[in-house]
């Protein structure tokens, strides 16, 4: 008898939920960064071990919608809530008793799936804190150390339906390529720039020729003014020569194989407010109810 189904990981902004992807993967699928909103779209991870398969689904931290870019980001974020099978309500232990997940959800009642709260950087909190959080129930976890997940991916995995694969046990993502080396570009950007610009930078693929040698890939960064496009360039080109060199070294570790990276920065005005720049960089767009 085996089981497979979808395992939903939500909580709020820098909760650690692509830390934890990263963890029960083996590897790295999800970008990760300190600054908040870092993760725009559900991230995919399988885990196959033994006769559990469970499809993890990385959501962009639940937040109040600002503008259109978040709103797609929560409208992701409560369709990956929907389509779960088991929920890891991810919170951040340090920052005290979190509230329920339908609350940090904005939803009127609790979803259908059942929930499990995991208390994550478990490691970081005191004695006094941590026996505060046990009337919480959560099942304290470190997503950076390791410590605890096990123990919460055997709870998900006897929570799973009784069902066949979903896909291949050796496959750990049913993302491609294209998707996670524009997600390891912005995530370049992210560690390298301040604390304004990266919110207003999107990355495009625009040429992935697989067969060549090195693999050439065209990646275009677009923020949403000129003087954004001055900062990421830098002086006489510093700033976008060490982007390339950095994001080419993770691209290369990701492929197995050598990489030319053609990096380019280009103005998209106020995308992360246009429906139609959203959609063309891939944001999925549908109602919330």
């Given at each position: 008898?085996?089981?497979a189904?979808?395992?939903?990981v939500?909580?709020?902004?820098?909760?650690?939920?692509?830390?934890?992807?990263?963890?029960?993967?083996?590897?790295?699928?999800a970008?990760?960064?300190?600054?908040?909103?870092?993760?725009?779209?559900?991230?995919?991870?399988?885990?196959?071990?033994?006769d559990?398969?469970m499809v993890i689904?990385?959501?962009?931290?639940?937040?109040?919608?600002?503008?259109?870019?978040?709103?797609?980001m929560?409208?992701?974020?409560?369709?990956?809530?929907?389509?779960?099978?088991?929920?890891?309500?991810?919170?951040?232990?340090?920052?005290?008793?979190?509230?329920?997940l339908?609350?940090e959800?904005?939803?009127?009642?609790e979803?259908?799936?059942?929930?499990i709260?995991?208390l994550?950087?478990?490691?970081?909190?005191?004695p006094?804190?941590?026996?505060a959080?046990?009337?919480?129930?959560g099942?304290?976890?470190?997503?950076?150390?390791?410590?605890?997940?096990?123990?919460?991916?055997?709870?998900c995995?006897?929570?799973?339906?009784?069902?066949?694969?979903?896909?291949?046990?050796?496959?750990?993502?049913s993302?491609?390529?294209?998707?996670?080396?524009?997600?390891?570009?912005?995530?370049?950007?992210?560690?390298?720039?301040?604390?304004?610009v990266p919110?207003?930078?999107?990355?495009?693929?625009e040429e992935f020729?697989?067969g060549?040698?090195p693999?050439?890939?065209?990646?275009?960064?677009?923020?949403?003014?000129?003087?954004?496009?001055?900062?990421?360039?830098?002086?006489?080109?510093?700033?976008?020569?060490?982007?390339?060199?950095?994001?080419?070294?993770?691209?290369?570790?990701?492929l197995?194989?050598?990489?030319?990276?053609?990096?380019?920065?280009?103005v998209?005005?106020?995308?992360?407010?246009?429906?139609?720049?959203?959609?063309?960089?891939?944001?999925?767009?549908?109602?919330?109810?």
């Amino acid at each position: 008898m085996t089981r497979a189904g979808i395992v939903t990981v939500a909580g709020r902004p820098n909760s650690g939920k692509s830390t934890l992807l990263n963890r029960i993967i083996g590897q790295k699928l999800a970008i990760v960064s300190p600054k908040p909103q870092s993760t725009r779209d559900r991230v995919v991870g399988i885990h196959t071990a033994g006769d559990i398969q469970m499809v993890i689904l990385d959501t962009p931290g639940l937040m109040d919608p600002a503008y259109e870019l978040q709103r797609v980001m929560r409208t992701t974020a409560l369709r990956a809530l929907r389509d779960a099978d088991v929920i890891i309500h991810l919170a951040d232990a340090s920052a005290g008793k979190p509230q329920s997940l339908a609350t940090e959800a904005g939803l009127a009642t609790e979803p259908k799936a059942p929930v499990i709260l995991a208390l994550n950087k478990s490691d970081l909190v005191s004695p006094r804190e941590r026996a505060a959080l046990e009337s919480t129930g959560g099942t304290f976890i470190s997503a950076q150390s390791g410590d605890g997940v096990n123990d919460l991916i055997a709870r998900c995995g006897a929570m799973l339906p009784e069902s066949p694969f979903l896909y291949p046990a050796d496959e750990i993502s049913s993302q491609s390529q294209r998707f996670f080396v524009a997600e390891l570009v912005r995530e370049t950007a992210l560690e390298q720039l301040g604390d304004e610009v990266p919110y207003s930078v999107a990355c495009e693929i625009e040429e992935f020729r697989e067969g060549s040698s090195p693999v050439y890939i065209r990646a275009v960064l677009y923020v949403e003014r000129d003087s954004q496009k001055a900062i990421l360039i830098g002086a006489k080109g510093a700033r976008i020569r060490a982007m390339g060199q950095a994001a080419r070294i993770k691209i290369e570790k990701l492929l197995g194989e050598a990489v030319y990276l053609d990096l380019w920065i280009k103005v998209l005005a106020n995308w992360r407010r246009n429906a139609s720049a959203l959609a063309r960089f891939g944001y999925q767009q549908s109602e919330e109810g």
